[in-house]
């Protein structure tokens, strides 16, 4: 079955400090991979997507993910991380024939000063 | 460019009622794909329209139904709400062709009593 996996619920940082969000995913057909960003009560807000090509993408408020068909993964980084990057993130797949998304479960990203 | 854009924000209804959300996609997008969060379920996929037409369902009982209108606006409409179904509900917008790239609304908080 289609799925994705966010294994890290909570994650804390100091400000300053690199981040890495986990994601990985289990797809039949070839992945479309997308992070979003939640604030509370907010909508979703997207961050970068992988379809094709360079495996490293960069993204929006200086994220980058990179995608590892070898590991189902598709992991988010940051390397110095802003008190207003404390959100929730999610993973989520698609592909070109279902005209859905499966989301993870999220990870709520708490930052220290 | 405007943005997905729900109505209302915010909702409260009592058990058995019905209720009807709306969702203004992105000019050009013809795609409208609806979701539920909970703190529980997490994020889940409820239907998606093209065209007017429903090319997607996802495993929510006969209560929940939408449509959508030539002009692409999409509603969705729940009935004889229940306690459980208390959410936000998320309405995304795609070009709506092989690239599943959706941009979200800021949802509309459902509060069943």
């Known amino acids: 079955a289609q799925s994705v996996t966010q294994p890290d619920i909570h994650i804390t940082v100091s400000e300053g400090a690199s981040l890495e969000l986990r994601c990985n995913y289990s797809y039949g057909a070839t992945p479309y991979l997308f992070w979003y960003v939640q604030s509370p009560g907010q909508g979703l807000q997207l961050l970068l997507k992988?379809?094709?090509?360079?495996?490293l993408v960069q993204g929006i408020k200086g994220f980058e993910a990179e995608f590892k068909r070898s590991q189902s993964s598709f992991n988010l980084r940051k390397p110095s991380v802003h008190w207003s990057d404390a959100a929730e993130y999610f993973c989520?797949?698609?592909?070109?024939?279902?005209?859905?998304?499966?989301f993870g479960s999220g990870t709520r990203l708490l930052v220290r000063p | 460019k405007a943005g997905v854009t729900q109505t209302p924000r915010y909702l409260i209804k009592t058990r058995g009622q019905q209720v009807t959300l709306s969702c203004s996609p992105i000019?050009?997008?013809?795609?409208v794909s609806w979701y539920q969060q909970t703190p529980g379920q997490g994020l889940q996929f409820l239907f998606e329209y093209f065209s007017e037409t429903q090319r997607n369902k996802g495993n929510f009982p006969g209560r929940f139904s939408g449509r959508q209108f030539s002009n692409s606006r999409s509603e969705m409409n729940v009935s004889t709400l229940e306690l459980g179904d208390s959410a936000l509900y998320l309405c995304?917008?795609?070009?709506?062709?092989?690239?599943?790239?959706?941009?979200f609304g800021q949802g509309t908080r459902l509060t069943v009593v």
């Open positions: 989520a797949v698609g592909d070109d024939s279902s005209y859905k998304l499966i």
């Open positions: 992988y379809f094709s090509g360079d495996t």
């Open positions: 995304a917008s795609s070009l709506g062709g092989t690239n599943p790239e959706a941009f």
């Open positions: 000019s050009g997008h013809r795609s």
